[in-house]
């Protein structure tokens, strides 16, 4: 195995005897040889629609499986095995595709090489000795450490990309331009050799595209459930049975709200969740009564402490303690070797029973309150009470705290730089690094809260989107806001909104808490010249450079 798409990789370089995440070798190899055949898919598929055919089992399908490789998602090699069988009939689906409409219309069909005919093997010990051929480690031998780079931080951003495509196609909003786009991507990919200004501009044009995926998963998660609103939640436990469900699928957790109705059980969101608590048609049941716990990484200690069943609805899972691991379930992509899957019926009745054996909360815990749901719709409602303080000297900056959280000490810059800005700016947020101080207080600037949570990692659109009328009300380029970028990266997800920030040329962002392995230091190099990119360094340092 050789890994190296997330923060946590093994000593800053590469995963490569077992997963600091808890992905074995195994799995591991698996899952680059599931992405080998993907690519093969998408290059019949790329083909055809050119010619003006496309099918949509194929579409969802490159989609899922580029899913089911990202961080924290799938551990199963059994599952991973299944996923790759079905690769290989969708493959043929797509080669059908292809030749018969190149056929149909008098155009010999190209033959194509690679990942798009090369034999699978029969059993899985075969597969998984394939899967050593493909790692990116092997892709460096042969292209060369900026290239391959080049090439997996633009894989790596596919796969985030498809986690939000996927949440979207799973609430019904499927686009023809975002299938067509993840095969185009995915066939340039599957080429034997890249220059680097080819990969350079991919990856741009790649970033603009995440754009577009993220803009489809907003409308369907707003379409389905309303805007967002300012919302009080609860985060603290209530007495009662209970159910806390993790991960970031919304439609998973509407539907355990139906299935839970009348039934005597409390529902609570964990990490990335939270944010569902402010969707007006998911916090309309009386019984989704607040937030329990706190960010992924303390998942562990959070669950083994938890009276009651857990549902994960994507990544990021991990390794489930003995304590809990009959009262944990998984659904969707998301799956653990030994944890019971709950399948695309999406009967939720085993969870229900899980939670009535346990003893639940047996007494309320102290009342605390946090304010939620401060994406776009609500922000943009307050714009010109924003751009009045502005113009009044009364916020003097704006800061975007977002990305992801881990487990690493160097997190804790991320508090510090929080607690550490002045009174007089207002601090975004968005996905789950922010458990690192949302409960804190911040007050507010003449009624405006100092900390606004805009909601999940895919929300970057929602500050995207507040971040260009702002510039448009003041009539200025979004460089020239009094804002700053201060990320913080985990996994995929955020290497594709890394991307989208780029390709619109925002200047001077700050990422942490390690710069991505994939990113060779040429690269870094490059972006750091071109857009100020740089690595964070400590608070107060980087506080006083911003502020002057
Ligand atoms: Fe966090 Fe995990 Fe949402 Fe990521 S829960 S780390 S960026 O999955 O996607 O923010
Ligand atoms: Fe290592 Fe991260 Fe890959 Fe897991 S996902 S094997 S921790 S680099």
């Known amino acids: 195995m050789f890994c190296y798409q997330c923060e946590q990789t093994a ?53 899922e499986a ?90 790596f951003g596919l796969k985030g990309s498809a986690a939000y495509a996927d949440h979207a196609q799973i609430l019904g909003k499927k686009s023809d331009e975002i299938y067509a786009g993840f095969h185009a991507f995915l ?38 459930y309303g805007h967002p609103e300012p919302t009080k939640v609860r985060v603290t436990p209530i007495r009662g049975k209970a159910i806390v469900v ?113 003893p639940g909360f047996t007494e309320d815990a102290p009342e605390k309150y946090i304010t939620i749901g401060f994406a776009r719709n609500t922000v943009l409602s307050v714009a010109d009470k924003v751009i009045d303080l502005v113009k009044r000297g009364k916020i003097r900056h704006f800061f975007l705290i977002g990305g992801c959280d881990g487990a690493k000490p160097g997190r804790n810059y991320y508090t510090e730089f929080a607690t550490s800005v002045p009174k007089d700016c207002l601090i975004l947020t968005l996905a789950c690094g922010k458990y690192r101080f949302n409960k804190l207080e911040f007050g507010d600037i003449e009624g405006i809260p100092r900390l606004l949570d805009m909601g999940q990692c895919n929300d970057a659109y929602s500050a995207i989107v507040v971040a260009k009328a702002l510039a448009d009300a003041f009539g200025i380029d979004v460089n020239s806001l009094p804002l700053s970028l201060i990320l913080s990266w985990y996994e995929q997800k955020a290497v594709c909104i890394l991307l989208s ?31 100020g990119l740089k690595p964070i360094t400590t608070p107060q340092e980087d506080l006083k450079a911003i502020l002057g």
């Open 66 to 155: 580029l899913f089911t490789t990202v961080t924290n998602v799938n551990f199963d090699e059994e599952r991973m095995e299944q996923m790759i069988r079905r690769a290989e009939i969708i493959r043929a689906k797509a080669r059908k595709l292809y030749e018969d409409v190149a056929m149909s219309k008098g155009i010999t069909p190209e033959n194509l090489s690679g990942p798009a005919t090369f034999e699978l093997a029969k059993d899985k010990a075969g597969l998984i000795s394939q899967g050593e051929q493909v790692t990116p480690e092997s892709r460096a031998k042969k292209l060369g450490d900026v290239m391959a780079g080049l090439h997996d931080l633009i894989l």
């Open 501 to 531: 920030l780029i390709a619109l040329g925002i200047k001077n962002m700050r990422l942490g808490p390690t710069l991505p392995a994939f990113l060779k230091p040429k690269v870094v190099a490059f972006l750091s010249e071109n857009l």
């Open 246 to 358: 993790s991960g970031h699928d919304l439609r998973d957790l509407d539907l355990l709200l139906k299935q839970t109705e009348g039934k005597g059980i409390n529902v609570y969101t964990h990490g990335e969740m939270l944010p569902c608590l402010a969707y007006p048609e998911l916090k309309k049941y009386p019984h989704l009564v607040g937030n329990y716990g706190s960010a992924w990484q303390n998942q562990r200690t959070e669950f083994d402490e938890f009276p009651g069943a857990i549902l994960m609805t994507t990544n990021c899972i991990q390794k489930p303690k003995d304590s809990y691991k009959d009262r944990i379930f998984t659904t969707g992509l998301v799956a653990w070797p030994g944890v019971r899957h709950i399948g695309p019926d999406k009967d939720f009745s085993p969870v229900i029973e899980a939670a009535l054996a346990q």
């Open 11 to 63: 000593q800053g370089s590469g995963c490569t005897n077992f997963g600091v995440c808890g992905k074995s070798p195994e799995v591991a190899d698996l899952q680059d040889l599931l992405i080998h055949v993907t690519k093969g898919i998408s290059m019949y598929a790329h083909r055809a629609r050119a010619l003006g055919v496309s099918d949509q089992e194929i579409d969802s399908f490159v989609v």
């Open 187 to 224: 066939d340039f990919l599957s080429r034997e050799s890249f220059t680097e200004e080819e990969l350079l501009g991919k990856a741009i044009e790649f970033g603009h595209f995440n754009l577009k995926v993220m803009e489809l998963l907003d409308a369907a998660n707003t379409d389905a």
